[in-house]
């Protein structure tokens, strides 16, 4: 469904008027004021959310601001530029392509919140397709349950979560975030060398308002219930 029209702003119109409350702001919304207010000229960027989480920022100028502060439960800090974002995100989309994912299919991480799920998540929505989370707190049950309904074509995840998925990697192709050791043992493609041969750079896929970009079934309720 296209939510668009229902997202309050305001108009054209009343756009110099500050609302005076959330009535007023709802009464006097319209799309398009938003959209220039987000996007400006480039109003296309919000059919692709890679473009409009950091693409655009890269074509505007900004590659070298900061998009990413991330530190580790060590202490060690992460840093990356909206431009560093920009080029390891085109080497995971290439990836995927490789791996023959296309617009629509669905790509999961079960990853804890680190620079890599994030490069995952944009590279996934740069070639079209569709990001799946599956929660570090799920079980076998779960998991299997939300990859058959999406029939998912790719799963990154890393050393600590990757026994869930002992047979269920038949069916998908899986990446694993940690050491190339780790990675042999069970068989999987190594994150870090498989990006790393890929080019860096990569044309977004432009899709419709109505195409999905995230598939999410919430916690806290039975593989029942969500069915």
């Given at each position: 469904?296209?939510?668009?029209?229902?997202?309050?702003?305001?108009?054209?119109?009343?756009?110099?008027?500050?609302?005076?409350?959330?009535?007023?702001?709802?009464?006097?919304?319209?799309?398009?004021t938003l959209l220039s207010e987000i996007f400006g000229e480039h109003?296309?960027?919000?059919?692709?959310?890679?473009?409009?989480?950091?693409?655009?920022?890269?074509?505007?100028?900004?590659?070298?601001?900061?998009?990413?502060?991330?530190?580790?439960?060590?202490?060690?800090?992460?840093?990356?530029?909206?431009?560093?974002?920009?080029?390891?995100?085109?080497?995971?989309?290439?990836?995927?392509?490789?791996?023959?994912?296309?617009?629509?299919?669905?790509?999961?991480t079960m990853l804890p919140r680190t620079p890599e799920l994030l490069?995952?998540?944009?590279?996934?929505?740069?070639?079209?397709?569709?990001?799946?989370?599956?929660?570090?707190?799920?079980?076998?049950?779960?998991?299997?349950?939300?990859?058959?309904?999406?029939?998912?074509?790719?799963?990154?995840?890393?050393?600590?979560?990757?026994?869930?998925?002992?047979?269920?990697?038949?069916?998908?192709?899986?990446?694993?975030?940690?050491?190339?050791?780790?990675?042999?043992?069970?068989?999987?493609?190594?994150?870090?060398?498989?990006?790393?041969?890929?080019?860096?750079?990569?044309?977004?896929?432009?899709?419709?308002?109505?195409?999905?970009?995230?598939?999410?079934?919430?916690?806290?309720?039975?593989?029942?219930?969500?069915?």
């Amino acid at each position: 469904m296209n939510t668009a029209s229902q997202t309050p702003t305001l108009s054209h119109t009343d756009a110099s008027t500050t609302p005076k409350n959330y009535t007023d702001y709802y009464n006097n919304f319209d799309m398009d004021t938003l959209l220039s207010e987000i996007f400006g000229e480039h109003v296309d960027d919000r059919l692709n959310a890679y473009m409009a989480c950091c693409g655009r920022h890269v074509r505007d100028g900004r590659a070298d601001n900061a998009a990413l502060v991330h530190e580790d439960t060590a202490g060690n800090v992460t840093r990356m530029s909206f431009g560093e974002l920009d080029k390891a995100s085109a080497q995971v989309a290439n990836l995927l392509q490789s791996y023959g994912v296309k617009a629509g299919d669905k790509v999961a991480t079960m990853l804890p919140r680190t620079p890599e799920l994030l490069t995952v998540v944009l590279a996934t929505w740069r070639i079209g397709a569709v990001y799946q989370p599956l929660f570090t707190a799920f079980g076998y049950d779960s998991i299997k349950y939300r990859m058959d309904k999406a029939d998912t074509k790719v799963v990154f995840t890393n050393v600590e979560n990757r026994s869930k998925f002992d047979d269920l990697a038949v069916q998908t192709k899986m990446v694993l975030v940690g050491s190339t050791e780790d990675a042999q043992t069970w068989g999987d493609d190594h994150y870090r060398q498989s990006m790393e041969s890929q080019a860096q750079t990569i044309e977004p896929v432009m899709l419709d308002t109505d195409a999905p970009f995230c598939r999410c079934l919430p916690q806290g309720q039975s593989v029942s219930q969500k069915a």
